[in-house]
């Protein structure tokens, strides 16, 4: 069992990515080799996401903002199965299962880490028996690529002083539903580099230097519909919170929630 920290970025859709995981079970991935994927709430807690996801996801009701805790682990910790079929030589099928638990943290987390002590028990805890990190950043926050960056950092200058073997970082750009992130959906790596270059440059740095692993993914948790690729998604709001809801919940088809999951698990690109 992987232990892993979902740190996002302001409103990037932590909550959404994981109560879809949770509700939809069935996932699609875009390696060929894969002929099915099933992901199956492990804990009590994530059995309860599923059962809202419904509503919240389905009748367009938004999820609450998540608000950070006193202590570390009283924050919500879902647990999930995923198992694949994987095509084998001829015809054979191999079946390979990840088992993780990830915190779904609030997103202000991201930007306090800049101002938190290294004797802070809570930062402490952000650091022991993790297994990796999932970051997904909203793909239209790029305006604050620099203050984020700030965080990053910090973080991972920290994350090189406690675990000095290196801990994955999957950066998850979510919301590609939206057509300007939709068209560079196969290129995580360009589209980082072109939209978030400060956190980009820092992510590379601290690859580099310390043999940390980082990857980039694209995702949507709304995913598109029709032949032209319509964002799943209606923006009721742009003030505050960047407010969407599913827009055709007949035609919800999630996009890229397995393979940053799977990285962090097992090191493998699927
Ligand atoms: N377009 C689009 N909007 C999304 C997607 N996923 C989530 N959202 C919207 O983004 C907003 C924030 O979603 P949350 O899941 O609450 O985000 P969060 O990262 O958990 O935010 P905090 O709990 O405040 O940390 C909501 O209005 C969601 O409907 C997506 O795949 N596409
Ligand atoms: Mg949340």
Request: glycine fraction near 6%; charge should be neutral; charged fraction near 25%.
């Amino acid at each position: 069992m992987t232990n892993i920290i979902g740190i996002g970025s302001r409103a990037a859709g932590l909550s959404t990515y994981l109560a879809t995981l949770a509700y939809h079970q069935k996932h699609q991935v875009k390696s060929k080799k894969v002929l099915s994927c099933q992901v199956t709430p492990m804990n009590e807690n994530t059995k309860q996401l599923s059962e809202q996801a419904e509503n919240i996801l389905k009748e367009q009701v938004m999820l609450q903002a998540g608000k950070l805790y006193h202590s570390f682990c009283e924050h919500p910790l879902y647990s999930f199965t995923i198992t694949l079929e994987i095509k084998g030589l001829f015809w054979a099928k191999n079946t390979e299962e990840v088992s993780f638990a990830i915190y779904d943290m609030p997103d202000s987390l991201l930007r306090d880490i800049r101002e938190f002590s290294s004797s802070h028990s809570f930062y402490n805890d952000l650091f022991s028996n993790i297994g990796g990190y999932f970051l997904p950043i909203d793909g239209t926050s790029h305006r604050k690529d620099e203050v984020y960056a700030k965080s990053l950092e910090k973080f991972t200058t920290d994350l090189t002083q406690r675990n000095p073997q290196g801990c994955p970082i999957a950066f998850t750009v979510t919301k590609c539903d939206l057509s300007e992130l939709w068209v560079n959906r196969d290129d995580p790596r360009g589209l980082v580099q072109r939209r978030f270059p400060k956190m980009y440059e820092i992510l590379e740095n601290w690859t580099q230097e310390d043999k940390g692993k980082v990857e980039y993914f694209t995702t949507s948790s709304f995913g598109v519909f029709g032949k032209y690729c319509e964002p799943n998604s209606i923006i009721q709001s742009e003030s505050g919170r960047a407010f969407a809801v599913i827009r055709n919940t007949k035609e919800w088809q999630p996009f890229g929630l397995i393979e940053p999951l799977y990285w962090l698990c097992t090191g493998k690109m699927l």
